[in-house]
């Protein structure tokens, strides 16, 4: 039910809706856990969209790769097809896109928006890969590209960059984009075993078809890569990031984490720094009581500091199909603001040489303690404390760039001592 406030709040905001509403034809890509939900929320909220925006929405066709999958009890199965070409070929006036992945994903997008329609996907590899490319031809055929699902699930962080802070000046923006891998490492912190944790976010519908997308960074990477774009103006694919996952030992990452008294977390940041845009995605060790630390489950957070608005933070659900459809839902009726032209000059992306601290943690063999210390001294590497648990040895070095932990890496790597190693923001 609608307050007065949003009432009132509405009505400043909106022109009133039209006495017979306006029918929006919506051809829909996809109905697995996002696409699903959303005809759920079209049927059920069809009075109230009618009502606040003067929309009847009206799904004209469902593609889907099979027909013979369960599908929501609200969904007409004569809606259904498996022929993408008759699904390009339908007159709709916005069509969704929320099957993931760039094939056939780019193109349903060329398509509708080649014709001038419009285009909302929850699809973060296409905008990652190919979002420039699909604004300029929305642009250039009077269409319209709307993505806010694609980031962040339910926060609407697309539309806080697109529509009013990435037009101020951002100066950095960081923060946890991906539900899957916060949700398996708030799991490993309760006791749970990773096996049982990664299956458990599967079944909630929060992991990607290829849950390795997830663990490994990318899912965060083409997020960030979203992000970037729209608060510095860099081309997403140009956009120079080093990436890495929760994998391969999460449990590890979790108790060493846990014994440096914080908490991991799979942190996604772009920075602006005097030599040009750096970025990452890695896993951190943060302090259990700030805004990354207290971000648990399927929950992102995206911090954005603005260099005249100082910093805001955004945080709440970002995976699972109720809170994806949610955005989506968000961008079908009302749609955000035009896309900022890239800028004349876009900041330089460049290698991150900041410099951090870094735990390293390695398992025991006979020579386990001697190889981490020898090996953390040859290249030239720091270490301003080392703790023992069990089979584990892990040193905590002081401020170096990623470069000499790289040197070290490969050299550990060699010796079979399967490093895990994270950055650290905790005072150990
Ligand atoms: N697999 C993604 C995640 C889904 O876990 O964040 C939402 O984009």
Redesign the pocket.
Known sequence: MSTLLEIENDAIRLPPPPRTPRTLRVALAGCGTVGGELVRLLHHGAAEIRARHGVRVRLVRVLVAHRGRPRPAELDPALLTTDLDAFLAEDADVVVEAIGGVDPALRIARTALGRGRRLVT?N?ALIAAHGPELALLARRHRGRLDFE?????GIPVIRALRDSLGLTGIARVRGI???????ILTRLDEGWRYADALAD?QARG???AN?A??LSGE??TD?LRILAWLAFGIRPDALVLRRRGIDPDPERLAADARLLGGAARLVAESVETESGVVAAVEPVIVPLAGPLGRTRG?E?VVLIESRSNGGITLSGP???GGP?ASSLLADLVRGAGRLARPAAEPPVPVNDTREHRWALSVVRTIHAAGVLDRTLARAGVPTSTVLADGDRRVAVTEPVGWQRIDLALRVLGAELLAPVVSRVEVSV
């Open positions: 929850a973060k699902s694609a980031v962040a699930g984009l991906n539900g899957t891998t916060n949700f976010a929060f992991a990607e849950p997308r997830d899912d965060a997020k399927e992102n970002g995976a699972g994806t």
